[in-house]
């Protein structure tokens, strides 16, 4: 019987060292782990290429490095840093909204809605012209110009318009038609 | 009277509202002066032969030391021939050249007059201690945190390459490609040394 508590014993110490290891060791990251963050950062080396992409032996290096800090149970926030503490921010895929930076989250959307205000101006401005027709034995309509083919002085209803000097010059190149 | 009439109509062009004149001439000209300044700056930054080298700050990696200090400033090194070598672990060419330049380090330290930097250019910790270990490199070594080394040299073209820093802290040669021997290093950092010696 104490024979058994001694078998027993030793063997429950065995398995609690075992366990004990296989809770200590972490995962081997796998390769869509470190891609997900190396995707986020680009080769300082070879510019403008993704990390999780390039295929120079220094990206195979920092990709194994990410994956040996991952292993370390190092946080995504924490690699990206020590990334950016090495080799600078222009690793990032994404800069930080710091400095001079500010102007690639600021100049797009700012360019974008100068665009559409011109464009609504633009609009506008066409709808107030109007189109070029020439309507024959047709009432005139009280808001456009009209031109005699007589050649006669304007009679137009919009009064702003009346001294308009290209309206003075086209009625000139029609009368010279005429 | 004729009662057959053509109606015309007239395109009227407007100019555009001053203020959305002023907004985009602003626009532009905001991005105008932007663009000239980091043009101005990275014409600033090209360091030339015979330029005097802005102050630059290397903390050396476990294992090395200018003395006691675990960091030097170029500062710290006026009066003294300062040879700066950027090199990876990655790259090739700077291992034909690692043990020529270890070698022309352990001649030129008697005299005292000379120190070489190595400063380790985008690379990884462990590999980089790895390559020291391999050829036995024995000045002091730092990695260039940020590229802000290579950025104040310019060095955009790649590693290896070497810069000899006169005692009056002026750019006196770049050499852009590895060394071959240490006959090739010797005699740049001989005139230097016996310049220094002539003024004391």
């Known amino acids: ?178 | 009277m004729d009662q057959t009439r053509q109606t015309t109509s007239v395109p009227v062009r407007r100019p555009l509202p001053f203020r959305a004149q002023l907004l985009v001439w602003s626009a532009l000209l905001f991005l105008l002066i932007i663009l000239g300044l980091s043009v101005a700056r990275s014409r600033n930054t090209i360091l030339g032969v015979g330029s005097k080298v802005p102050e630059f700050s290397l903390t050396f990696m476990d294992g090395y030391n200018f003395g006691s200090a675990k960091a030097v400033k170029l500062s710290d090194l006026r009066g003294k021939v300062v040879l700066v070598n950027f090199w990876a672990t990655w790259c090739t060419p700077c291992q034909s050249e690692a043990a020529a330049l270890e070698t022309a380090w352990r001649s030129s330290q008697p005299s005292g007059q000379v120190v070489f930097l190595g400063v380790d250019y985008v690379d990884t910790d462990t590999e980089a201690r790895a390559y020291l270990a391999e050829f036995d490199i024995s000045y002091p070594n730092g990695p260039d945190l940020q590229t802000r080394i290579s950025q104040l040299f310019n060095r955009n073209l790649g590693v290896p390459e070497t810069y000899l820093i006169d005692q009056q802290g002026i750019l006196r040669s770049i050499q852009i490609v590895p060394f071959q021997s240490v006959g090739q290093i010797q005699p740049l950092i001989d005139p230097c040394s016996r310049e220094i010696n002539s003024w004391t």
């Open chain 1, 1 to 178: 019987m104490k024979r058994l508590v001694w078998i027993l014993g030793i063997l429950l110490i065995f398995l609690a060292f075992a366990t004990g290891q296989a809770y200590a060791q972490q995962p081997t990251p796998s390769d869509d782990q470190v891609n997900a963050i190396a995707s986020q950062l680009f080769c300082p080396v070879c510019e403008n290429t993704p990390l999780d992409v390039c295929p120079t032996e220094a990206c195979q290096q920092w990709r194994e490095l990410i994956r040996q800090m991952l292993a370390q149970g190092k946080s995504e926030a924490d690699i990206k840093q020590y990334f950016v503490d090495h080799y600078g921010a222009r690793v990032l895929s994404e800069p930080p909204a710091t400095g001079l930076n500010w102007l690639v989250y600021i100049v797009p959307p700012a360019a974008f809605l100068v665009g559409v205000f011109l464009l609504y101006l633009a609009f506008r401005t066409w709808k107030q012209s109007r189109p070029a027709s020439v309507i024959a034995d047709t009432p005139m309509q009280p808001e456009w110009k009209t031109i005699p083919e007589s050649g006669s002085s304007p009679k137009t209803t919009d009064s702003t318009e009346e001294n308009d000097e290209y309206i003075a010059r086209l009625e000139e190149e029609l009368r010279k038609q005429s």
